[in-house]
Structures are given as structure tokens and as C-alpha cells.
Nanobody, 121 residues
Framework: VQLQASGGGLVQAGGSLRLSCAAS????????MGWFRQAPGKEREFVTG????????YYADSVKGRFTISRDNAKNTVYLQMNRLKPEDTAVYYC???????????????WGQGTQVTVSS
């Protein structure tokens, strides 16, 4: 399994970025895709997730209304559109994939390399 994240960069507050995560080697229909982030000195936190085969996305409260996750099945790629970025969104962003474990939740067991997002004030 390979997850390749890209699209990070430096942006001013209020700006937008779109991250991409190209996936291969997965049984896509049974997996969820997610984005996480880790800011300096902080623990990694969940940002958003979606089932690869369809369904509603779910978001951390801190990004609701500003970030949107989507997927392109033909390209095996999941995207994170980030709008109205804030300095507190600065972090390394990671894409992840994993199956739903009934009774437990999504087990994100596959991880891509991170991509840095820096939002200047």
C-alpha cells in the first residue's frame, strides 16, 4: 500500500490550498480515507475522513465549513480542499487509509508521508 500526499505550501491567512493523496494497493471499496495533521509540539489530530466507496464525510469541529474532503475514484486520489485558512491550521498534513472495524471505528493503518502547510498571519 502506498499513499502519496502532495500540495502543501505557504499561504496567507484567508487563502486556500488543495492537498492530494494518491493511493495504490488498497481494496478501495472496504477502506476509509482520512486526513490528519500534526502541529509543532502537538499531538497528531484527526481532520476529516470519508469512505472510499461513498457516503458522508465527517470533520473535526475546527475545520467544519472550511475544509472539504473528496475523492476521484478513477484516479485513486483523495483531496482536501482547505479554504479560509488560519495560522492555527499550520501543520504537517498526513493522509491515511484503513478499514472500518465494527465496534471500534476506522483503523487507520496505512499512512502517507506528510506535506507541510504553513499559514502566515
Amino acid at each position: 500500500v502506498q499513499l502519496q500526499a502532495s500540495g502543501g505550501g505557504l499561504v496567507q491567512a484567508g487563502g486556500s490550498l488543495r492537498l492530494s493523496c494518491a493511493a495504490s494497493g488498497l481494496t478501495f471499496s472496504s477502506h476509509y480515507m482520512g486526513w490528519f495533521r500534526q502541529a509543532p509540539g502537538k499531538e497528531r489530530e484527526f481532520v476529516t475522513g470519508i469512505r472510499w466507496s461513498g457516503g458522508s464525510a465527517y470533520y473535526a469541529d475546527s475545520v467544519k465549513g472550511r475544509f472539504t474532503i473528496s475523492r476521484d475514484n478513477a484516479k485513486n486520489t483523495v483531496y482536501l480542499q482547505m479554504n479560509r485558512l488560519k495560522p492555527e491550521d499550520t501543520a504537517v498534513y498526513y493522509c491515511a487509509a484503513g478499514p472500518l472495524v465494527h465496534g471500534t471505528g476506522v483503523e487507520y493503518k496505512y499512512w502517507g508521508q506528510g506535506t507541510q502547510v504553513t499559514v502566515s498571519s
